[in-house]
């Protein structure tokens, strides 16, 4: 099975990635979605420019398509760059938005190619229990009330995961943070050659809308299993 | 004929790029190798990041493949990223160079492509007038004795070719830059929808060396047709 995966950067699509590798899949490309805009609604932007030390990190050719940021024009913009992979098959790391999960099966359908969703309808915490155990992950994004500007930049790990299930009970913040509550970025897994190391972080929190980025301004790869 | 175009950012790739498009073929994908390490022997390495706010500005996805950045194996890396693409046929912008030739050219038999390259062989001063009619078109890099610091970000044009000339009579400098004597960056072409602009560059030239390199450090893409 020859597959693209759709990546982003975040936890999700890295565990995309981590199940296509693990069921063996030959995974050709990974494929980023970049708006011309600096909205959109299908894909996770901000910093989106470290896909590509990831994709070096990892070894696997990195495919960056270009997309208006209309929300339907998104899709056929997907669709029109995966038409001219030699695929099977397509990974995704949607986790509960039906209206992701539909577009990208409707152009995998469209184009005679599998769609897989390993992590659809988790259970959000014994998933994000399984992230922490693979990923270095942290907060690079985020827009719920109850996270602070505290979390960006913040490694989730078992203690972060308690807060967040703390937060959920009290403001339905979503564990895994599928309604866009956060953004993640993994910085080093089993599968990463090297780990990205951050070099220059700015925190840009806007009190107003109760949400923060956390602006990755320089970043390098640093080779593993050196002491 | 759907074609990918291996595309570095410079005058001829870029120009591969606009022969491509004025042939009427389907260009899929922009191919762009990034080595491992900071060296490459095929590959045109400086300001590489800055060849997805071309692709962008092109509206063309952009492949990035990675490579060890050795000698041999840069080859296989590019078979492999090409061999996941459905296309007709590569489009390479080399020049005089017969190692880059014949390895693309090996590439595409083994994959069973076209191979075109549409400035091979052309007299350097006839194709260097017709790059200064077409793109908007700087120096980024340098590396030959009668280059100066003075060329890093120096727009070719028509005085600079004179000034080219000159130095080729002197120094045997290549005209265009085949011999690794500089390095391009095209800004503006007419295929672009949008224009790169500069925001922060650094000249970092080296003495013992004499040779520069012009870092950006900020760009933007610029909307055309707007007064």
Request: hydrophobic share 40%; with cysteine; proline share 3%.
């Amino acid at each position: 099975m020859r597959v693209a995966v759709l990546y982003s950067g975040g936890k999700d699509s890295n565990y995309a990635l981590y199940w296509a590798l693990k069921q063996g899949f030959e995974v050709k490309y990974l494929v980023s979605m970049v708006s011309e805009s600096d909205e959109s609604y299908m894909y996770h932007v901000p910093n989106i420019h470290l896909t590509e030390l990831q994709a070096k990190a990892v070894g696997i050719p990195l495919v960056k398509g270009f997309t208006s940021g209309e929300k339907e024009k998104e899709v056929e913009d997907m669709k029109a760059v995966l038409e001219g992979l030699r695929i099977d098959g397509v990974v995704a790391g949607a986790l509960a938005s039906e209206y992701q999960k539909k577009r990208v099966d409707r152009v995998a359908k469209e184009l005679g190619l599998e769609s897989f969703a390993p992590a659809w309808h988790r259970d959000p915490i014994e998933y994000m229990h399984e992230i922490i155990g693979i990923f270095d992950v942290v907060m690079v994004g985020t827009a719920a009330y109850g996270l602070d500007e505290s979390w960006l930049g913040r490694r989730i790990d078992e203690d972060a995961l308690k807060e967040l299930v703390r937060l959920h009970e009290k403001y339905k913040i979503h564990v895994a943070g599928e309604g866009g509550e956060f953004e993640t970025f993994v910085r080093d897994a089993p599968f990463f050659k090297a780990r990205v190391v951050f070099d220059e972080v700015e925190k840009r929190w806007s009190e107003c809308n109760y949400s923060g980025v956390l602006e990755v301004k320089r970043a390098h790869l640093e080779p593993k299993g050196q002491v």
